[in-house]
Nanobody, 126 residues
Framework: QVQVAESGGGSVQTGGSLRLSCTVS????????MGWFRQVAGKEREAVAAMATMGGSTYIADSVKGRFTMSVDNDKSTLNLQMNDLKPEDTAMYYCATNEACWWIGYPKSPEFTYWGQGTQVTVSS
């Protein structure tokens, strides 16, 4: 069994920062791809950033490039998302996801990830 849990969401003003963390526990040997997705009511879930934890494939959405930075702890079990210069359009439920490997073409897609966290809400107000 693999468990995924996000934390760090909250409410900030435009221009503020938040740091999200995702912890993966259980049998993680074959879960080498991790990523962050976000979703707003009425819109499709979109990939924000993703990476192969052992190196190789990486992805960062154009909408957050230069503002968000993803990193993995040395134990490969914790994924972080540093979000700076937050904008109202960043308001969404943020989800952490993991999979055996990264297989995306162009950009990561939800069906390509097997395990998901419960989500953490990020709200940015002006």
């Amino acid at each position: 069994q693999v468990q995924v849990a996000e934390s760090g969401g909250g409410s900030v003003q435009t221009g503020g920062s938040l740091r999200l963390s995702c912890t993966v526990s259980g049998n993680t040997r074959r879960h080498l791809c991790m990523g962050w997705f976000r979703q707003v009511a009425g819109k499709e879930r979109e990939a924000v950033a993703a990476m192969a934890t052992m190196g190789g494939s990486t992805y960062i959405a154009d909408s957050v490039k230069g503002r968000f930075t993803m990193s993995v702890d040395n134990d490969k079990s914790t994924l972080n998302l540093q979000m700076n210069d937050l904008k109202p359009e960043d308001t969404a439920m943020y989800y952490c996801a993991t999979n055996e490997a990264c297989w995306w073409i162009g950009y990561p897609k939800s069906p390509e990830f097997t395990y998901w966290g419960q989500g953490t809400q990020v709200t940015v107000s002006s």
